[in-house]
């Protein structure tokens, strides 16, 4: 399966010299690592002491995985090399899904002409009601999701959206975004659609020539059934325990209620041995479902599902929550380890790993591409489940800032339009006024010389005479 994307093609050749740039800095970082690690295996040789080896290995960072398979992407990449994966997961209604729909690239920071870091992940994120309508959430800018629901239209399955050739997804460089650029540009207030005036302005504004380059994608069933990835599971039982928070929250006191915002405003969680109410244990509960990272929620649930379990023998806690939070574990441990392979065997095992592809018939993926794919989807889940497809879910802090980035990025974007618009129109007015001066100087000159001439033919005459 392949998407569209349309890019303005005076980025494209932008991002081909900038890609240039960063490909030099790149190789320039690689050979300082190399020399470092001869050097570091030098000193091993003549010292025995594996001190040096434990330094290099903690210099080289948490990304070196990601910047190691990038860097390859890249040097043997075009620009705009995407490769995109849709990942199926439940919806916080039960009659409803949602997709996260991710852009895994080897670079995108044009028109940066120094070293950034390598790769990067941009995501739209779609929703289908019970009457498969859908609807989507672009990303703003630096990763902020869209503050209304976009309307797509109603669609058999979420391969019909991917697949229309009516839909592209329009990719910004440098700011972080990706966008679904849709014939009907109408958004969700209140459960009614309304015109989206800030797309409409700017489709207006933008005149520049764009290019539609064919996009690999990687869809939810290969993702299941292929890779053996699956999130759905994953965010179902956290939707299911979701809910069951938010339903005993109904019936706390205001002053509860109070308490848990203010509490929201913070992003940290401490288990403290204190006091705590039921109340406080569920929010615990909560924050380590939407806001920490997934592979990093196992030894918080741990924990927690140890305090459910004696709350609720002892009496003190209502809600039995352990069965649940069981399986909770064991699926987020099943993804990682899954993940983990899947990385081990595109680096270890790389014809195994080639084989999962063949059975996808997807046009265009690359062999280094596929052998990014794990490493995004790892990096991916380094990320909360707000930050990935339930922006409903974030602290107070974050909707603030989502409310902010919104408004902002879209007036920031048009002032660039606008900017651009006014510059063009000013470069046209030079070049009509430059083009009408050479000639009224054409017409004067060619008047002198009219003259000049006919001055001659009379002395001719005259001498003639």
Known sequence: MNVKVKLTK??????????????????????????????????????????????????????????????????????????CVNMRMAGLDLNKERYCFWGIMSFSKAPVERFDHLGDLERVIFEKNENNEFNALSTIIHGVPDFLWERIGRYDNINDVLSDPKINFKFDPGDHSIYVDRPKLRVKVKGFFVPDNYFIIRRYLDTRENILIDIPCLDHEHLENILKLDLYEYTKLVVEIDNLIRMKWSSIPLKEHIKRFFKDLGTKIRFKKIEKTHSDYLFDLYHVLWRVPIKEQVKYLKILRKIFKEGYENRKILINLEPVIQKLIYAIEDLSQQCQFLNWQSFSSSKKYAKRFELTNINGLSKIASESIPVAIEKIFGKTLDDIAYPERGTARTKIKQLVFWGGGHQYRILLLLLQRTRNFIVRI???????????????????????QKAKEQVISVLKS
């Open 430 to 452: 030079r070049k009509f006024f430059k083009k009408s001066y050479y000639k009224i100087r054409k017409r004067e000159y060619l008047e002198e010389k009219s003259e000049e």
């Open 10 to 83: 005076l980025d494209y050749l932008k991002e081909l010299a900038s890609q240039k740039a960063i490909s030099k800095s790149a190789r320039r970082q690689e050979k300082l690592k190399l020399l470092k690690a001869k050097e570091v295996g030098s000193k091993l040789l003549e010292v025995g002491d594996l001190t040096e080896l434990r330094e290099l290995i903690t210099s080289l960072g948490d990304d070196f995985e990601w910047e190691e398979r990038t860097h390859r992407w890249l040097m043997d990449s075009k620009p705009y090399d995407f490769v």
